[in-house]
Nanobody
Framework: VRLVESGGGLVQPGGSLILSCAAS????????MAWYRQAPGKQRELAAS???????TYAVSVKDRFTISRDNAKNTVALQMNSLKPEDTAVYYC??????????????WGQGTQVTVSS
């Protein structure tokens, strides 16, 4: 299974970005899809996740500013980030729980995409 992320970059405080992640390969179904982030010198943390049924969960720090969505037909997950703050600066990683044709669920990580919020 391969995860390809896109959409990171440099944005001014108060700006917006959309991150996208597409999963491909030997996929029977996908359970939870999520975005994690890791700021310099800090541990990786969950920013947002979404179940196969479309129920989202957000970290307190991003709630009401970020929106996670998925397209089950295309095996994609997106993160709309609004009202960005300098403290949102981090490498953002896509994480996907994939059920393979052997019915085993495995976790996969994307390569990470840099988001920098700075004036």
């Amino acid at each position: 299974v391969r995860l390809v992320e896109s959409g990171g970059g440099l944005v001014q405080p108060g700006g917006s970005l959309i991150l996208s992640c597409a999963a491909s390969g030997s996929i029977r179904s996908i359970n939870t899809m999520a975005w994690y982030r890791q700021a310099p010198g800090k541990q990786r943390e969950l920013a947002a996740s979404i179940t196969s049924g479309g129920s989202p969960t957000y970290a307190v720090s991003v709630k009401d500013r970020f929106t996670i969505s998925r397209d089950n037909a295309k095996n994609t997950v997106a993160l709309q980030m609004n009202s960005l703050k300098p403290e949102d600066t981090a490498v953002y990683y896509c994480n996907v729980a994939v059920r393979g044709w052997d019915l085993v669920i495995r976790n996969y990580w994307g390569q990470g995409t840099q988001v920098t919020v700075s004036s």
